[in-house]
């Protein structure tokens, strides 16, 4: 992959905007509501599905991945593609990808382009967890997959597949990039952790 003169910093601000993108509010307009002020008040696949069922919510699920993975793309491409034989970033373009995909989940997060009401960056980072380590995301969609037809339950498939990808990703990466991973998981857990705050406070 033959890098373009773009500075890594540049792309990671491009990350940022691009995870601002609010599909959830702009698929919920369409279908005359804001999903901010109904459900969970969360901007994101699952309070979309409460509302419109999960065909109707596809967009949202697909869009919000999509976001994770075309930054971390964007950051792999401009630092040259440094990849190893599994697939898993490498080298000079670890750092670039980490960053973008930690933009990006910061974008889904704060919005720019939202007033800075946004989700948990759950599958957001999921999507650019596919690039970042490929053969661990497809070994986590088979914890997802396993996990859900055994509870049957959708959900708890979902958060064992989250939750396993750290582990999954030992195989194929370094320990530091694992910790990588790890990192960009508790910006999922401070977003919980604020939006829990925010449903504390009296009206």
Known sequence: MVPVPLPVPVAVIGAYLLGSVPVAVLVARAHGF?????????????????????????PVFAGDMLKGALAALL??????????GSGAVSGASTVPVYLAV??????????????????????????????????AF?????????????????AIGARAGVFALPLLQLPFAPVAHVAGTGALMCLIGLRFGQAARTARRPS
């Open 75 to 84: 950051a792999l491409w401009v630092s040259g593609g440094h990849t190893a």
């Open 138 to 154: 497809l070994l986590g969609l088979a914890v997802l997959v396993g996990t859900a037809l055994a509870a049957r339950s959708f």
């Open 34 to 58: 804001d999903p901010r002020a109904v459900g969970d008040r969360n901007p994101g696949f699952w309070n979309m599905k409460e509302r419109l069922g999960g065909r109707a919510a596809a």
């Open 102 to 135: 930690a933009a990006a989940m910061a974008g889904h997060a704060w919005p720019v382009f939202a007033g800075f009401r946004g989700g948990r960056s759950i599958l957001t980072f999921a999507g650019g967890f596919a690039v970042v380590c490929p053969p």
